[in-house]
């Protein structure tokens, strides 16, 4: 159970577009969902948190009207990189809190490389 | 401040023989949560095992054991046994924050991640 349906995993874009990813929760509600970042052999780091029916809290740093979190229902959350540029290729992951030792489930990732 | 530190970069081990990965913690939230999770090359967050820090006793998964030492703000796991397919990056996390009905809704701060390279 507690399974979050990333999509796409991978996608490649023109700079100047704009991509949006998809994470869906087929198995429960998902008031919450986290968004991470990753770039090749570095850590997870958090962008933004996502809250049902809310606008999103946006970490220091993160450009909030470049990377545009929607949260429209207890089942889908997305993050939308607009104007993409080179720099925005990378590992992108959402992730929900469940209950449990567990603790969260992670979406199956986005690779994202901007050409 | 770091909050989740990882300080080796890269392990190696020999196939069947046991490993520890290191990860120091800084809080000061009386209640939280630690988690390791491996991550092979297709991206895919894998759960390995999670510690409160309310537990007493270290947490076991099969293979995998966590050295808890509270005091000293550690968290170390370790492998047993380890075979080819442990390959992969491990990263360690905290969680602080609230917790409401069982489901904390705090989030997770991972460390700098290890690259374990099991050799044949």
């Known amino acids: 159970g507690a399974v979050v349906s990333q999509h796409p995993s991978r996608v490649i874009c023109k700079s100047g577009t704009s991509v949006k990813i998809e994470c869906r929760s087929l198995d429960f509600q998902a008031t919450t969902m986290f968004w991470y970042r990753q770039f090749p052999k570095q850590s997870l780091m958090l962008m933004a948190t996502?809250?049902?029916?809310?606008?999103?809290?946006?970490e220091q740093g993160v450009e909030k009207d470049k990377f545009l979190i929607n949260h429209a229902s207890l089942t889908l959350s997305t993050l939308t990189v607009t104007s993409a540029h080179p720099e925005d290729s990378s590992f992108y992951i959402c992730s929900a809190p469940v209950g449990g030792a567990n603790g969260y489930t992670f979406g199956s990732g986005t690779r994202l490389t901007v050409v | 401040a770091q909050k989740i530190t990882q300080t080796q970069p890269g392990m190696f081990v020999q196939e069947k023989e046991a490993v520890t990965l290191d990860c120091t913690y800084d809080t000061s939230d009386p209640s939280y949560g630690l988690f390791w999770y491996k991550q092979p090359s297709s991206g895919e967050m894998i759960f390995l095992i999670y510690q409160g820090s309310y537990d007493q006793q270290n947490a076991t998964e099969g293979r995998y054991s966590l050295n808890f030492q509270k005091a000293r703000k550690s968290a170390n796991l370790v492998i047993s046994a380890s075979q080819l397919g442990d390959s992969a990056m491990y990263f360690c996390?905290?969680?602080?924050?609230?917790?409401?009905?069982?489901?904390?809704?705090?989030?997770?701060?991972f460390g700098q991640g290890t690259i374990l390279t099991v050799h044949p």
């Open positions: 996502s809250n049902e029916g809310s606008k999103a809290t946006y």
């Open positions: 996390a905290m969680r602080e924050g609230i917790t409401a009905g069982g489901t904390s809704y705090g989030k997770l701060t």
